[in-house]
């Protein structure tokens, strides 16, 4: 944590106008101690600075969307010090879903490691934040991304413990299985589809309803925390 404040004082990395944007639109931050909420700060302003926003069938995107969007990555990524999804080097943002040529499908968002980019649609990366109901296409987007950082050889790699991905494994397979044969009541459908699709739906409830995830699962929930080093629970029981 040094860095944050030796090289740059304690002078703010974000406008006035910046923080004002994750005051009223980002509970996450407005949950964190006020130290964590300047570190929180600054890997908002690295991602941002190291990222390029590609607006498509719309004018541009404004620096409002740039912050929450960029808030979105740090909130997955805040327990580990130096992981901000380096491989993604493009957020590409469109108005509403869009027509995915790989798929041939309507998207509200998808990950292409091949060419760093991150694809979102503004629509629903803000009702996702909106509602906290599980279901947050920002955090859903950014935890493939992350998912697959950690796999990807670069100077990110292995952030996550392989002993507590192979319990993750174990306990995910059983979720699934629940989903897949109906007695499942807690995670979305959609979480039945895959080990990655699993991850991201677990993610959304993670961080959006800790207490019930918690109680519908300890052990899962634990893993997880354990995967991100970072317990929300913890956030909300501090306010
Ligand atoms: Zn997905």
Known sequence: MQEYFSAQGWSNPLSRRERDTLNKNFEFYRMLPSRSRRIFEYRVKRFRETT????????MITDQMEILISASAIQLTFGFDDVILSHFE???????QFFSTTSQRFHKGEVNPRFGTIVLSWRYFVEGYAINEGVNLGLHEMAHALQLENVIMNDEFGFMDDDDIRMWQALAGQEMEKINNG????????????????????VENFFERPMEFSEYNETLYRTMCRLLQQDPLLLMKSI
């Not at 493009?90 to 509403?96: A, F, W």
């Open 52 to 59: 390029e926003f590609i607006p498509r069938e719309m004018p």
């Open 90 to 96: 493009r957020v590409i943002v469109y108005p509403d």
């Open 183 to 202: 007695t499942g009541h807690f995670f979305r459908e959609y979480g039945g589809t895959n080990h990655a699709e699993f991850f991201s739906v677990a």
